[in-house]
């Protein structure tokens, strides 16, 4: 059987996303990045999260749609609080409210939630294969910051649904 791999996290809202902004300098895709800063929380193997999520990156492969960083919120908060039963109509109905809620916070910080328009783009897709991550890359994107951001929302609100429970 295969051990677990879990990373070092301090759990407070800066230290995650840090570490998100790192995974993404690492070279893991936006997705990743945010989901991996939450590797603590969840009941899988790092790798097995960065499978699972890895075609989500570049806003659904590079169909620039919903930002990876997104993506990785949503991925993270249905492992935590989302449901399984395919009857559980309540747990989809909260699961949903609480997806709408994080797309909100993130769309007021940063204008959207969608990823062609977060980088300017004026074409709705990207050819497939991905740019090299070079210092030139890095500055003319703002995916780093964009997935501290995601990582300090989801972080927050992570805590405060805690707290209701």
Known sequence: ???KTKTENT????SRSERAMNNFEAGYNCTQSVVLAFSDLLDMEERQLALAVSAFGGG???LREVCGSVSGMFFVLGMLQGYHEPGD???KKQLYGKVQELARRYEEKNG???CRELLGLDHKRDESVPEARTKEYYRKR???E???C???ILDEFIKETAQLQ
């Open 1 to 3: 059987m295969e051990e």
């Open 11 to 14: 759990g407070t809202a800066r």
């Open 60 to 62: 659904m492969g590079r």
């Open 89 to 91: 109509y309540e747990g």
């Open 112 to 114: 959207s939630i969608v």
């Open 142 to 144: 703002p995916c780093r």
């Open 146 to 148: 964009l997935i501290g």
């Open 150 to 152: 995601a990582a300090r």
